[in-house]
């Protein structure tokens, strides 16, 4: 056992022990930078599985501290950009393909893209309108996981196509299903708690700014009352290890000071990475293994007190 993992291992005994009030020697976060700038650049040195090219990495870059590997990654990030297919966009609303999100969805990025770049998009934007218009239960229905309905409710806002409250009648929704921590188990809880954490990332824009925590009571209770829950458990698996760091990072992006629980969980994290730097079982870059990586390290990073970079949708080169 290297002597990082035996320093991880003893303060979480310490904490079980002892009370985490009581803990009077925290894990320096020099360590806590070392396991995730680690994780950084096992991302950075793997071929990337469709759909993580680059979104990762974009988030990464606006949100480092590190001037001279923001620099690194700028660098790579533009190179797939201009390696980057581009999405058709001209679809023909009255086929079928289109009628399924995960397939609108890559058009919406694009034509997202083309309005940030100042190119034209509002042709192809109009018709993907009429498309909503045409067939919206049909792509958003009922059984739809929210955290994905809340995503694409962000994304249609931003390109100012579909309903106009859809996004936000989305987080009322959200907001409404709380009942639901009180039964900690189940996929049906989990996806919950995947939707909660996609309200403070979309509405910080994905990392375009810290948020006013007085506005997200709602959200920092529930994150408490969850991480609690964690914290009893000797073991986190891999969809659990997902969440705790994606919670860890909202508490961030809502300025929330560390406090005995996000400490533990945070060792937690750190006693799960490969001696390779990343998070999750096997040896392939499967995407639950690229996603659980780039969480768990985004959890322990410590971020730069001013977020980089424009917005999201946009190439590297329109806001550098």
């Not at 929210?146 to 987080?171: H, M, P």
């Not at 996929?187 to 506005?215: I, K, M, N, W």
Request: proline letters at 4%; hydrophobic letters at 40%; a neutral charge.
């Amino acid at each position: 056992m290297n002597k990082i993992r035996l320093l991880i291992l003893i303060s979480i005994l310490a904490v079980t022990c002892c009370g985490a009030g009581k803990l009077e020697t925290p894990l320096p976060d020099a360590l806590e930078q070392a396991s995730a700038l680690k994780g950084v650049r096992w991302l950075m040195g793997r071929d990337m599985p469709p759909g993580f090219e680059l979104l990762p990495f974009r988030k990464i870059y606006r949100v480092i501290p590190d001037q001279d590997l923001a620099d690194d990654l700028a660098e790579m990030i533009e190179k797939r950009e201009r390696q980057a297919r581009r999405v058709d966009t001209s679809i023909y609303i009255h086929g079928g393909k289109y009628l399924n999100w995960y397939n609108l969805r890559p058009v919406v990025a694009e034509l997202l893209r083309r309005k940030c770049a100042g190119e034209r998009y509002e042709r192809d934007a109009e018709e993907v309108n009429k498309l909503l218009e045409m067939n919206w239960s049909r792509l958003f229905p009922e059984r739809m996981i929210l955290s994905q309905k809340l995503v694409a409710g962000y994304l249609l806002k931003e390109l100012e196509v579909g309903r106009r409250d859809f996004y936000e009648t989305t987080i009322a929704r959200i907001r409404m299903g709380a009942d639901i921590l009180d039964k900690p188990s189940g996929y049906e809880y989990l996806f919950y708690l995947y939707a909660l954490t996609h309200v403070v990332f979309t509405q910080s824009g994905y990392y375009d700014e810290y948020l006013d925590p007085s506005r997200f009571a709602f959200e920092i209770s529930c994150f408490d009352k969850i991480l609690k829950g964690f914290a009893s458990s000797e073991v986190l698996h891999e969809r659990e290890m997902d969440i705790v760091s994606e919670i860890l990072i909202c508490l961030k992006l809502l300025r929330q000071p560390s406090r005995p629980v996000t400490e533990m969980m945070r060792r937690k994290l750190m006693t799960f990475q490969n001696h390779d730097g990343s998070w999750g079982q096997g040896k392939e870059t499967t995407s639950r293994r690229v996603h659980l990586t780039f969480v768990a390290a985004m959890a322990l990073l410590d971020f730069a007190p001013v977020f980089r970079g424009g917005e999201i949708h946009c190439d590297m080169k329109d806001y550098r």
